[in-house]
């Protein structure tokens, strides 16, 4: 999940503004989850999408 849809239960503001330190806490931890924990979901699908074409090349190439 991407940070930028969360609210906080703290100040019921989005995550990612990070308003309170609760939020600036939260909003750290999830920035370091994982090297694609930054993406949204289309650009996720995007690299899958450019991936497994080249794949195909390869496979079709061999």
Request: glycine share 4%; hydrophobic share 55%; net charge positive.
């Amino acid at each position: 999940m991407t940070y930028d849809r969360l609210v906080c239960a703290n100040c019921a503001a989005p995550v990612s503004q990070g308003r309170c330190p609760v939020c600036r806490a939260n909003r750290e931890r999830l920035q370091q989850e994982g090297p694609f924990a930054g993406l949204n979901p289309m650009a996720l699908i995007a690299l899958m999408a450019v991936l497994v074409a080249a794949l195909a090349l390869v496979a079709r190439a061999a």
